[in-house]
DNA sequence: CGAAACGTTGACCGTTTTCAATTACAGTGG
DNA sequence: CCACTGTAATTGAAAACGGTCAACGTTTCG
């Protein structure tokens, strides 16, 4: 996805680790110390907290392109466990350098709290589309959140099957709404592009 | 709620404005410059986001005790409008303090990067749990987020028509799959406090 | 004491989920 | 170059679940 991941470039290059864990592997447990911080390059991590009884909960799954963990910075030991729920490729930035990097350059860590403001407005509105309940009006709304010009325009770069999940819709669900969306004039779909439609009034 | 809005002791409280807001009116518009970041006292907030076609999509509801334009920081203008659902009370925190605090102190840049962190992890554990469909599952999910203690036990503090908002039902829905959960042995409900029960296996 | 909230339950309806099946298409290996 | 495999895109039908509307008891608080 397309959440603020800059904070890598906080961390020297050559410091960075590329770490591949298969199908299954964890990337650490919970009541692990905390050693480092994570992005997603390819493949998906879950995230699962564990509780005293035994059960678990689900807390977030990471996808190419996010972070994870980033709250590591500030805890002694992890609190989750990360297990791979594929194949997964990971850059990790020791939470050493990260955070000797913030506190060196107020800049940094102004850049970092930026990103990490950036994602909390991105999640609140994530959250916010949820409590739209009919499938049409959700989608449009999130191609509103994506869409950029006049008419309102998005330039689709994954499958629906991917953005459904995102949206919190099965993959039927939505091309049925697309179609009727579509159908009522609302939107309007060709090769990778949907353009919101601004019904006259 | 109880986002992390420890922010607000960044900057010097007398240089913290009390605002009140009559339901209806704008605490900002869109493309406002950007003078203040908030946080909710009392009454409902509404964020929304007005596209180039004149149509508008919701970005957020931040209620009591959620800070809200956290990202003005580091934009000139609003993206957003902001407006009060209800008569609203706010704790209005000038830009320019606190970016001043935050550029002075790297260990206050660092704790406001720290509760922007936890509070990406709230959002993404509460987003994941609107992936769970069925109502009791979710609604399990939830009070195991909350919970602490063996055997897992969460004190409520606000009523569930309150909560069933949070997470995504509405309060009829809640009060049913309670019922079920209760009767199927899953949870044990006591004034005010809820215990979730381990299945025996 | 009375008005609001809160809590609770029932019935019905509508939508989405599920399950299933089909087409299209991209990449792979023989 | 083509058969083959896997994913994406679609559509159908039926079932399930939560939303909505309604009604009512209870608690809270001015």
């Known amino acids: 996805m397309r959440s603020a991941t800059g904070w890598i470039g906080l961390v020297a290059p050559d410091r960075l680790v590329t770490r591949r864990v298969a199908a299954g592997e964890a990337v650490f447990r919970q009541g692990d110390a905390t050693v480092a911080v994570y992005r997603v390059e390819q493949g998906r991590v879950r995230l699962v907290r564990h509780l005293e009884d035994g059960s678990s909960v689900a807390l977030h799954?990471?996808?190419?392109?996010?972070?994870?963990?980033?709250?590591?910075?500030?805890?002694?030991?992890?609190?989750?466990?990360a297990v791979a729920e594929v194949d997964a490729v990971l850059t990790q930035?020791?939470?050493a350098d990260l955070l000797a990097a913030l506190e060196a350059d107020p800049r940094a860590s102004l850049a970092f709290a930026r990103m990490l403001a950036t994602q909390v407005r991105d999640l609140r509105a994530r959250l916010e589309l949820r409590n739209i309940r009919a499938a049409p009006e959700r989608i449009l709304a999130w191609l509103k959140?994506?869409?950029s010009g006049t008419p309102p325009a998005v330039r689709l770069?994954?499958?629906w099957t991917e953005i459904a999940a995102e949206?919190?819709?099965?993959?039927?669900?939505?091309?049925?709404a697309l179609a009727a969306l579509e159908r009522d004039g609302?939107?309007?779909?060709?090769?990778?592009?949907?353009r919101v439609l601004t019904p006259r009034g």
Chains 1, 2 share one sequence.
């Open 61 to 81: 799954v990471a996808r190419a392109g996010d972070g994870f963990a980033e709250a590591a910075l500030f805890s002694d030991v992890y609190h989750c466990d």
């Open 93 to 95: 930035a020791p939470k």
């Open 145 to 147: 959140l994506q869409a």
């Open 157 to 159: 770069d994954r499958p």
């Open 167 to 176: 949206i919190g819709l099965t993959h039927e669900a939505i091309y049925r």
């Open 186 to 194: 609302r939107i309007e779909r060709a090769a990778g592009v949907v």
